[in-house]
């Protein structure tokens, strides 16, 4: 089994930041690219940014110079740190990362749960 267990969601007032962590764990072989996605009410599920295992980053054009990726590959982590806030930033937030499980071959994508963020005044 591999799980991802999301943290750090919540409710910020516009122009703040807030940091989510998300930590994969299970029978892991290998991570490949982790990333952030959300999805807004009423909208489709939107990639925000993602991060090899090399470190290379891509971002939404939305949130360049705001949001940073990051990982730790000791502690199968990834991050986003989120700063200057907007309200159209509110939306659940999924970790997504591409896995190579112990036994199996191949890789397979995995969620976690999503975690609300809320920007409002």
């Known amino acids: 089994q591999v799980q991802l267990v999301e943290s750090g969601g919540g409710l910020v007032q516009p122009g703040g930041s807030l940091r989510l962590s998300c930590a994969a764990s299970?029978?892991?072989?290998?991570?490949?690219?982790m990333g952030w996605y959300r999805q807004a009410p009423g909208k489709q599920r939107e990639l925000v940014a993602a991060i090899t295992s090399d470190g290379s980053t891509n971002y939404a054009d939305s949130v360049k110079g705001r949001f940073t990726i990051s990982r730790d590959n000791t502690k199968n982590t990834v991050y986003l740190q989120m700063n200057s806030l907007k309200p159209e930033d509110t939306a659940v937030y999924y970790c997504?990362?591409?896995?190579?499980?112990?036994?199996?071959?191949?890789?397979?994508?995995?969620w976690g749960q999503g975690t609300q963020v809320t920007v409002s005044s």
């Open positions: 299970g029978s892991i072989v290998r991570i490949n690219a």
């Open positions: 997504n990362a591409n896995i190579k499980r112990r036994y199996y071959s191949g890789s397979f994508d995995y």
